[in-house]
């Protein structure tokens, strides 16, 4: 059985993009020797400004985490920063990671660019992935379940983990590899992909009223089609994209319909909207009843960590003999 090590950074709420892109790959692994981490120090890479909702977003997360299907009793549920051996990883690591490595990274790159109100020059997001790469080795993981924007930072975990053994002739961890989910990405109601900073997402923790009424108000439809009566294109609608993944047994008729202007906008969003809050809501009444139960995702969020601590205690002795630290 393969060990499976992923993270989400909490940074807000999850949304279904979160959902159908990772947590269902999740969901599916979490069997295995699965371990999931709330990547709180990668959260205060971008966000060491707010330090106020780091904690409350980790909680936030907890609980979609659990609400979405993850099993307590089938996976290792933990917060990054209490597992202190993922920073010492990170400082070896960093010893033997170019610069150039970190600043050609495209992530990187992009990042800095796109969120130009913050100071980013920082030693700290320079090394995200440097700390990512530490994540996964710590735990000898080999498979890690991301969405394809994380391809170049799994590209480098493998690049400095091969250079760790080359330099010190000694192979400590497995090369790991991505597993990408299924699903294309999710479209936001704006119609671009489904992000935070969009603000265009529907959440986990959206009502159905909430989810009817951003529907209803905010999802764009197919833009050329302005009248009942003119034909649409389903291929250029996020409300069809939407009735592909949550009404399969409808989507011909669907589309049919459209691009013969047999149905309204309106009546075909309420369809889609039906079949979605279906979909959610027991995630939502699974949600509901985790908030109620602070002490036991505390106790969940504690046993996590010490399991994964035993784990990553041992690889980081490992570590700390090849280089040279310990006898
Ligand atoms: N960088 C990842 C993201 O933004 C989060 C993350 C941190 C992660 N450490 C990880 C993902 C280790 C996979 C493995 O989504
Ligand atoms: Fe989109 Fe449905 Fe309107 Fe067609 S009928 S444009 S699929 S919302």
């Known amino acids: 059985m393969s060990r499976v090590l992923s993270g989400t950074r909490p940074t807000g709420k999850l949304h279904l993009g979160h959902l159908l892109g990772a947590l269902e790959n999740y969901k599916k692994l979490q069997g295995q020797d ?30 979609d985490y659990l609400a979405s299907g993850l099993e307590p009793d089938k996976c290792t549920m933990f917060v990054q920063s209490e597992v202190l051996e993922h920073a010492n990883l990170a400082l070896l690591f960093s010893m033997i990671t170019p610069i150039s ?23 700290g997001f320079l090394g995200y992935p440097v700390l990512q790469a530490a994540d996964i080795a710590i735990y000898k993981a080999e498979k890690v379940p991301v969405g394809e924007d994380q391809l170049p930072h799994l590209e480098l975990t493998r690049e400095i983990i091969r250079r760790f053994h080359h330099l010190y002739e000694k192979d400590v961890f497995p090369e790991p590899v991505a597993v990408l989910t299924q699903v294309p990405k999710v479209l936001g109601l704006d119609g671009r992909k489904m992000s935070k900073s ?3 997402g529907i ?37 069809f994209s939407y009735h592909k993944l949550f009404n399969k047994e409808r989507v011909d008729g669907v589309a049919d319909e459209c691009r013969n202007a047999l149905r309204g906008c309106v009546d075909c969003k309420m369809e889609m909207c039906g079949k979605l809050n279906q979909f959610l809501d027991p995630i939502r009444e699974r949600r509901q009843s985790w908030m109620k139960k602070p002490k036991e995702i505390r106790e969940i969020l504690d046993q996590g960590a010490a399991k994964a601590r035993s784990v990553a205690r041992q690889t980081l002795t490992e570590a700390s003999q090849a280089m040279g630290l310990l006898p």
């Open 34 to 63: 699965a371990f999931f981490m709330i990547a709180d120090l990668h959260a205060l890479t971008t966000e060491y400004e707010h330090k106020t909702t780091i904690a409350q977003n980790v909680m936030e997360i907890v609980i």
């Open 101 to 123: 490595w970190l600043e050609r990274n495209p992530t990187y790159k992009d990042q800095i660019n796109e969120l130009r109100g913050k100071d980013l020059h920082t030693h």
């Open 198 to 200: 969009y603000k265009n």
């Open 203 to 239: 959440y986990l923790a959206d009502s159905a009223e909430e989810v009817t009424k951003k529907i209803k108000t905010q999802m764009v439809t197919d833009p050329a089609r302005k009248r009942r009566e003119d034909k649409g294109d389903p291929e250029k609608c996020p409300v």
